[in-house]
């Protein structure tokens, strides 16, 4: 499985980006997956996870609640990041994951970038 992470860019503080995280093939077996970040110089963290052991409930990471969303499509095998109200602190590399079965699979990092 491949996952194609895209939507990063440059963004003003207080706009708005959508990710895309693309797999190439059904995500109806995914047990679990969601949206990591990593900032230059930190190590990478998480933003939002979905699992079903929780019921497909997704966790957000505090300093994100309220202004990202996760969400899937399932007919286009595709999982999206809303993100809102976007900071300076948002500035990262977002990468999706997905896990299948008991593999993990890692998208390529997207930019996201916000700065005035």
């Known amino acids: 499985v491949q996952l194609q992470a895209s939507g990063g860019g440059s963004v003003q503080p207080g706009g708005s980006l959508r990710l895309s995280c693309a797999a190439s093939a059904s995500i109806f077996w995914v047990s679990a997956g969601g949206w990591y970040r990593q900032a230059p110089g930190k190590q990478r963290e998480l933003v939002a996870r979905?699992?079903?052991?929780?019921?497909?409930?997704?966790d957000y990471a505090d300093s994100v609640k309220g202004r990202f969303t996760l969400s899937r499509d399932y007919a286009k095998n595709t999982m999206y990041l809303q993100m809102n109200n976007l900071k300076p602190d948002d500035t990262a590399v977002y990468y999706c994951?997905?896990?299948?079965?008991?593999?993990?699979?890692w998208g390529q990092g997207t930019q996201v970038t916000v700065s005035s």
């Open positions: 994951n997905a896990d299948i079965s008991t593999i993990t699979y």
């Open positions: 979905f699992s079903s052991a929780t019921g497909g409930i997704t």
